[in-house]
């Protein structure tokens, strides 16, 4: 993870995805048990044991995981252009997993703007929960954004609406697996 860019431009967002994915490859894909319950224990409270998440659970690893695959997506279709309004940025200076060193999981400087977002990968019976909090985030922001996002997984919710409040942009996020 380290190795891992935290400033994403067009020149280096498809090897910092590569490489990212291949991290995914040091994680043991077996869990044994001889029951459902014993299972269930082993995925939310064992160690994985190795790469870059060795000392998380599986269930905190899948967490992680999912929502920094939000962000490399996310950050890439802005890049590739996607979304014409937010071409000014070129830059985007990211967080993964639990790492809590900026203000937000996503801040971009174009010229005399400012974008900040958050990222998440979540289920749709805890979308609502999760944009709301996200959203009194990026409010509440100390930077004086001109742009505020949220990248989350596409199938988060059916019907998210393109705009929250008519300041923040949720963009829906098709993470490639």
Not at 83 to 105: I, R
Not at 154 to 165: E, F, N, R, W
Request: net charge neutral; glycine share 4%.
């Amino acid at each position: 993870m380290k190795k891992l860019p935290r400033k994403l431009t067009k020149a280096n967002i498809d090897a910092a995805i590569t490489a990212y994915k291949n991290l995914l490859d040091e994680i043991p894909l077996t869990i044994e048990a001889d029951n459902l319950l014993e299972l269930m224990t082993k995925i939310k409270r064992d160690k994985i044991g190795a790469g870059p998440w060795s000392k998380v659970s599986f269930f905190e690893a899948s967490n992680r995981i999912m929502s920094d695959l939000v962000i490399l997506y996310g950050v890439k279709s802005i890049l590739d252009g996607n979304y014409v309004h937010l071409t000014q940025f070129t830059e985007f200076e990211v967080e993964f997993g639990n790492e809590n060193k900026n203000a937000h999981d996503i801040i971009s400087h174009g010229e005399n703007t400012i974008l900040i977002g958050e990222a998440f990968n979540v289920a749709p019976s805890l979308f609502n929960a999760k944009k709301n909090k996200s959203i009194k985030k990026l409010q509440k922001s100390d930077l004086k954004a001109t742009t505020r996002i949220i990248l989350c997984n596409m199938d988060a919710h059916k019907s998210t609406p393109v705009l929250s409040d008519d300041t923040i942009e949720i963009i829906k996020v098709d993470i490639a697996l």
